[in-house]
């Protein structure tokens, strides 16, 4: 069974960086389209990025966090990565793993395994 773990929040000041991270089990990580989400106090739950699950690993990002975020998967550790620099206040949600046998699907924002989410907090 698939399964996924995401790890990393905190609180960061505005301006500064943190990596999340998403450990995939039950599936190896690159089989699958996966992607990061996230969900502010109050708003909508929105796609950050998400990864292809073909073999080009072709990588999406919203223009929120385009030049900003970068997103990366390691097959020897299962793992998946939000690498987010240049935080802003406006970052600050729950941020969610998510995979889906689809690309299309995961880019439509309706992927069928989630993690639980971690916090991200900026200060500014």
């Known amino acids: 069974q698939l399964q996924l773990v995401e790890s990393g929040g905190g609180l960061v000041e505005s301006g500064g960086s943190l990596r999340l991270s998403c450990t995939v089990s039950g599936v190896t990580v690159d089989r699958y389209a996966m992607g990061w989400f996230r969900q502010a106090p109050g708003k909508e739950r929105e796609r950050v990025s998400c990864?292809?699950?073909?073999?080009?690993?072709?990588?999406y990002y919203e223009d929120s966090v385009r030049g900003r975020f970068t997103v990366s998967r390691d097959k020897a550790e299962n793992t998946m990565y939000l690498l987010m620099n240049s935080v802003k206040a406006e970052d600050t949600a729950v941020y969610y793993c998510?995979?889906?046998?689809?690309?299309?699907?995961?880019?439509?924002?309706?992927?069928?395994?989630w993690g639980q989410g971690t916090q991200v907090t900026v200060s500014s």
């Open positions: 990864i292809s699950s073909s073999g080009d690993g072709k990588v």
């Open positions: 998510a995979a889906d046998h689809s690309t299309a699907t995961m880019k439509s924002g309706n992927p069928e395994y």
